[in-house]
C-alpha cells in the first residue's frame, strides 16, 4: 500500500455565509459546494461564489455532465444546474448518506457511520452493489479508473483509493490533524478538491504521481 503526506497547495474560503462545506462536485468550468440551504458554484481560479442555487444540500454533490446531484436528508435530487429546478429524487440508501460521485452511469453513494459505498442505480435508487470500508466514509469521487473517498474520524482524516471489487485499502493520502475532509472531488487531471466540514473552507490537494 502506498502511503504519503498530503500536498495542500491552495485553500478556498471562508465563504460568505457558509459555515460548513458538506459536499463537493466539479463540473469542468466551476466547483460547486453543499452549504447546507444552498448549492454554490465557486470559481476555481479567483476563488469567488459565482452562482448559488436554492436547493437543500446537506451532504454529497455529484455532476454526471449534465444535472447536479445533491443529497437532502433521505433524499438524493436531480438538479438543473441552469434553473436550479428539481427534476427528480430518489431515496437514499437505508442508514443515509454522505458522498457521492458519478462514474459508469450510475451513482455511488458513500454512508458515515455504516463505512459503505453503494453503487446506486440513478433512476430508482435501487443498490446494484456495495463495498465495505473499515473507516468512517464521507466523500467519493472517481479519479479515472480509481475509486477514492474521504475518511473523518476523530481528528484525522485521510484520502483512500479503494479496490472497486474488494474494498481492499491500495493507497493513502493522510491529511494533517485537524484538517477534515468532509465532500470529495477530483478535477480530472491532477487535484482532489476537500470539503473543510465545520471550517467552511474547500483544500485543494495534489494527486500523487
Known amino acids: 500500500m502506498k ?7 491552495r485553500e478556498y474560503g471562508p465563504f460568505p455565509n457558509v459555515t460548513h462545506v458538506h459536499g463537493v462536485s466539479y463540473d469542468g468550468a466551476n466547483i460547486w459546494i453543499a452549504t447546507g440551504s444552498a448549492l454554490n458554484a465557486i470559481d476555481p481560479e479567483s ?6 442555487l436554492d436547493v437543500p444540500a446537506h451532504a454529497g454533490t455529484a455532476f454526471d455532465g449534465q444535472h447536479l446531484f445533491q443529497i437532502a436528508e433521505d433524499r438524493i435530487q436531480k438538479v438543473d444546474p441552469k434553473s436550479g429546478r ?17 462514474a459508469e452511469g450510475t451513482l455511488w453513494v458513500g454512508q458515515h457511520r455504516n463505512r459503505k459505498i453503494h453503487q446506486v442505480d440513478p433512476q430508482t435508487g ?67 478538491f476537500c470539503g473543510g466540514g465545520n471550517s467552511g473552507k474547500l483544500k485543494a490537494v495534489r494527486r500523487p504521481k
Open 86 to 102: 428539481v427534476v427528480a429524487t430518489i431515496p437514499t440508501p437505508e442508514g443515509g448518506a454522505s458522498g457521492l460521485a458519478w
Open 126 to 192: 435501487d443498490i446494484l452493489r456495495t463495498i465495505d470500508s473499515n473507516r468512517f466514509v464521507t466523500g467519493v469521487t472517481w479519479a479515472g479508473d480509481e475509486l477514492w473517498h474521504g475518511t473523518w474520524e476523530a481528528d484525522q482524516s485521510e484520502l483512500r483509493r479503494i479496490d472497486p471489487q474488494s474494498g481492499k485499502v491500495l493507497q493513502r493520502i493522510d491529511m494533517p490533524p485537524g484538517i477534515a475532509v468532509s465532500g470529495l472531488e477530483f478535477n480530472g487531471s491532477d487535484t482532489f
Open 47 to 52: 476563488g469567488k461564489t459565482v452562482r448559488a
Open 3 to 9: 502511503r504519503s503526506p498530503a500536498t495542500i497547495f
